[in-house]
């Protein structure tokens, strides 16, 4: 069964960073094109970030230039490194594999004004 298991969520101040991880099973990784969602407190699930098989990104407007998604195939593993936190990029954050509604269970991502 395919599964993605996130790990790295907390709390940082404004202006801090964290690294979320998301380690797949069962399912060809190097294959996948991964990405990851948030969402926040009374608000719609919202797409932050992929990274396709061939390394290739895209990030939305939010956190484009703060956060930096990138891969380790051999580890089957997607990270999110984010930085410059602000508290508005406080959520539950998802690991996906796009288009294959495959989801992580999320982690909480908590940042403090």
């Known amino acids: 069964q395919p599964q993605l298991v996130e790990s790295g969520g907390g709390l940082a101040q404004t202006g801090g960073s964290l690294t979320l991880s998301c380690a797949a099973s069962g399912f060809e990784f190097s294959g996948a094109t991964m990405g990851w969602y948030r969402q926040a407190p009374g608000k719609e699930r919202e797409f932050v970030a992929q990274i396709k098989n061939s390394g290739s990104t895209y990030y939305i407007s939010a956190v484009s230039g703060r956060f930096n998604i990138s891969r380790d195939n051999a580890k089957n593993t997607v990270f999110l490194q984010m930085n410059s936190l602000k508290p508005e990029d406080t959520a539950v954050y998802y690991c996906?594999?796009?288009?294959?509604?495959?989801w992580g269970q999320g982690t909480q991502v908590t940042v403090s004004s």
């Open positions: 996906a594999r796009i288009q294959w509604n495959i």
